[in-house]
């Protein structure tokens, strides 16, 4: 796993090799990171300096060749010749930016050091190891360390950077990058996921280019606009082949990824805190930790690098009872009553999913203090018994009497002027004395650096916790910092990292003493979808916006990063609320079951048929539940603009489902290859459509060709032949071997308006097929 062989260190994964060595001037000098090897001749890997560079400076003048520009580094400094990106920049004890770390000594560690107040990856000691590389400074009495922890089952190692200030005077810190590495492995492309509110984690490429390219964050939260998780893959890699290098954070507020193609063609990618706004002071006898980085590699192309990710969340991430759980499937009252609810309409609403098979109601914002619309109540935790006389626990028991958990919305990070909170404590909201504090969405954000707050966070939403019988928080957080100020801290540049050091710690002190609640975090959607909150949080809500066809996008980008354990994704009304767009129920599901599943409608609008389609919907989901959540999930090369596939294979490749969604129709369009992956090639499998209906209503006059008679489209007859029937669509079976269905099924013709039989797909715009595919049994 960790070897050290005269200078160099050797950390091997199941499937890769990652190797540094100690240069003859102390510097750690990256040397490969790729497949596996099984040799131990580094030579050939090792960058060669035979001559001095023209303009180069030289880090002794008795070796002119060894200049630290030059070197792929597993960190750097600044002022010692080495001219690219630094991962530090820090004001020295002697009121110098020069610093030059070098190596001093290593230990090596069954198990993890995890940092202290920080989430960090977890494991046990026969499941992981970790390599600390001590540095220190050539001129003053600080001292740096590189933590190396490899998890070799899942193809990762995470790394991250403790400074420790040694000397007598202080120090400040401006940057401080968790990881640094000079990758010398040919051309890379940069995957980036970004976007918005309601048009999160859009997948973007871009080929690297002299220069540096950062990817970053500076609202508070680790925001919409640019998740930390970054993908560097050689430009003829794809889903399924290729070299790939995934790296992530294990943190929730402003991170920072950049990456510098150098003129010598190595590539120096890094993350950590972003620098913006951050200045921490070290004095005598302190030291600072960085968040953990985390990386790894595949051959395997971009899957390859998902499910590496996967099964280290899933492994060593997700914790607490939920780890390796079934998630419940959930109804959630937001976008069915808003603000506008009385505990009848709750529990008819409880009682309808019930009947579908739903297992958890989740009474989202407007219970408490007079949080009728958005501007008033965050902060106050009263419960409103206008709305629900008898409290919480008088609801919790009448949904336990349907059969129902109970799962309650909070937003505990922010105040509203207009709340007993604010009038009471106007000291607790993150504002600068003397000025007009910018609102985002009417709220001021909680001055997390104030242990009065947390405090009162945690007291507050404990006793909510303790009075019902609560078994899910969704915790939500709904703007971004401003008027960033705080009395607690010494100084101001310190106040975003502390603002999440104390959401972690009121996190942490909350559930890990109450371990049966699921915890679901969201912001507006996924604003704050990141490794350091799944430590806290097993699942995350993923974005506002539940259009399946835009899901489809998001949730693709998110797959790059996080496994569909982890992605909260919901079924809700047609037209859509953000798009107004027109989907059938069956996609809607199918978008959706590839995460964990929960409805958000108010189910009283549902016809007789559609909720007799929701009940199959949570049937199958359920059976499959394992699979869709655990499973091995693969995306597709996009072949054509037009389609997209998710496949989902079990971890013994038995099962799998697989889902063909078109998003526009084409006429007469050309023959369709639905792509399969992950199958073993030795099995031999039955494939089969998952039976979905049409809705009669949906083919307007169209109706006529296929009847004896002719009505009117909007027939009463017809409208309520629509209420309780559905249109059987084209049910597909195919029986072959793992390695011919791998070159891809050709599928039945589309309708094109030539006519109509029983193996014509109807799909249509927005439609979609999911296909169930098992093992045969005698195969087995
Ligand atoms: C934003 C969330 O993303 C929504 O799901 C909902 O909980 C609202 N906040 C409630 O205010």
């Known amino acids: 796993m960790i070897e050290k062989r005269g200078d160099i260190f050797r950390l091997d994964t199941k499937d890769t090799t990652y190797m540094f060595r100690i240069t003859r001037h102390g510097h750690p000098e990256h040397i490969y990171y790729g497949d596996r090897l099984t040799g131990t001749d580094p030579e050939p890997l090792i960058m060669k300096h035979t001559i001095q560079t023209g303009s180069s400076v030289m880090y002794t003048e008795d070796d002119p060749d060894y200049c630290l520009d030059t070197l792929t580094l597993e960190y750097s400094g600044i002022g010692k010749g080495d001219y690219r990106h630094s991962p530090a920049e820090i004001l020295m004890p002697d009121s110098t930016y020069v610093c030059d770390f070098t190596y001093d000594s290593y230990v090596i560690t069954e198990g993890i050091c995890p940092p202290a107040d920080l989430p960090a990856a977890y494991g046990e000691t026969d499941e992981c190891r970790t390599l600390e590389i001590r540095l220190s400074d050539k001129a003053c009495n600080v001292r740096s360390s590189l933590f190396y922890t490899v998890f070799p089952e899942c193809n990762i190692i995470t790394r991250r950077a403790v400074l420790y200030n040694d000397d ?3 120090l400040r810190i401006r940057k401080l990058m968790s990881m640094m590495l000079d990758l010398n492995a040919g051309p890379l492309v940069l995957l980036t996921l970004d976007g918005g509110w309601i048009r999160e984690t859009h997948k973007h490429t871009r080929p690297l280019q002299p220069g540096i390219f950062v990817n970053d964050s500076t609202t508070g939260a680790s ?14 890699s794809g889903e399924d082949h290729g070299k790939a290098y995934g790296f992530n954070l294990i943190y929730s507020g402003n991170h920072y990824e950049a990456v510098e193609l150098s003129s010598s063609g190595t590539v120096r990618v890094m993350n950590g805190i972003n620098p913006h706004c951050f200045d921490w002071p070290l004095s005598a006898g302190e030291s600072f930790e960085t968040p953990e980085s985390v990386l790894t590699y595949s051959s395997d192309g971009l899957n390859g690098v998902s499910r590496n990710f996967h099964d280290f969340i899933n492994r060593h991430i997700i914790r607490g009872e939920y780890k390796d759980k079934e998630r ?9 009553f808003y603000f506008k609810f009385s505990c009848r309409k709750l529990v008819r609403l409880a009682g309808r999913a019930a009947k579908l098979g739903i297992e958890l109601f989740v009474l989202d914002d407007g219970w408490f203090g007079d949080r009728n619309d958005d501007h008033a109540g965050l902060g106050d935790y009263s419960v409103n018994l206008r709305k629900l006389p ?53 709220q001021l954000v909680l001055d997390l650096c104030n ?21 899910y928080v969704k915790w939500d957080m ?6 960033m100020f705080s009395v607690h ?51 995350i809500w993923a974005s506002d916006n539940t259009d399946p066809i835009e899901r489809l996008k998001i949730q693709r980008g998110l797959s790059y990063f996080y496994p569909p354990s982890t992605i909260g994704a919901h079924v809700s009304l047609s037209p859509h609320q953000q798009t107004l767009r027109r989907t059938p129920l069956s996609t809607r599901f199918n978008v959706a079951g590839f995460g964990v599943l929960g409805y958000e409608l108010d189910l009283k609008h549902l016809t007789p048929a559609e909720r007799k389609e929701v009940k199959q919907q949570i049937g199958f989901y359920k059976e499959n539940r394992i699979l869709l959540q655990y499973g091995d999930f693969y995306r597709f090369d996009e072949m054509l603009q037009n389609r997209t596939n998710f496949m989902t294979v079990s971890k013994d490749r038995t099962e799998a489902v697989t889902g063909n969604f078109q998003i526009l129709a084409s006429a007469a369009p050309e023959t369709e290859i639905m792509p399969l992956t992950g199958l073993d090639p030795e099995l031999r499998y039955s494939v089969k459509t998952i039976p979905r209906g049409l809705s009669v209503k949906g083919f307007g006059a169209l109706i006529n060709h296929l009847l004896p008679f002719r009505i009117h489209p909007d027939n009463f007859i017809l409208r309520m032949i629509d209420r309780f029937y559905r249109m059987p669509d084209c049910v597909e079976e195919y029986s072959a071997g793992g390695d011919t269905l791998m070159q ?23 439609g979609s097929n999911l296909y169930k595919i098992s093992a045969e049994q005698s195969a087995l």
């Open 168 to 170: 007598d005077r202080g």
């Open 223 to 236: 925001s919409n606009r640019h998740n930390p998780g970054i993908i560097l893959h050689a430009p003829d």
């Open 328 to 336: 419940p499937v959930l109804i959630n009252s937001w976008e069915a």
């Open 390 to 442: 008898g409290g919480l626990k008088r609801l919790g028991r009448k949904l336990s009497k349907k059969g129902m958990k109970f799962g309650l919305w909070f937003e505990p990070e922010m105040v509203n002027e207009n709340s007993d909170l604010f009038r009471d404590h106007p000291e607790f909201a993150v504002r600068i004395p003397g000025r007009r504090s910018s609102l985002g969405r009417n």
């Open 451 to 471: 242990s009065e707050v947390r405090d009162y966070i945690v007291r507050n939403v404990c006793s909510v916790l303790d009075s019902a019988d609560i078994s």
């Open 478 to 483: 709904n703007r971004h910092t401003s008027d």
């Open 489 to 539: 801290i010494p100084e101001q540049g310190m106040f975003f990292h502390r603002y999440i050091l104390g959401l972690y710690e009121i996190l942490g002190r909350i559930f890990k003493a109450r371990p049966h609640i699921l915890l679901e975090t969201c912001s507006s959607g996924g604003n704050r979808f990141d490794l350091g909150m799944l430590c806290y949080s097993p699942q």
């Open 744 to 766: 891809g099924i050709r599928l039945n013709d589309q309708f094109m308006g030539t006519g109509y039989n029983n193996k014509v797909r109807m799909i249509g715009d927005f």
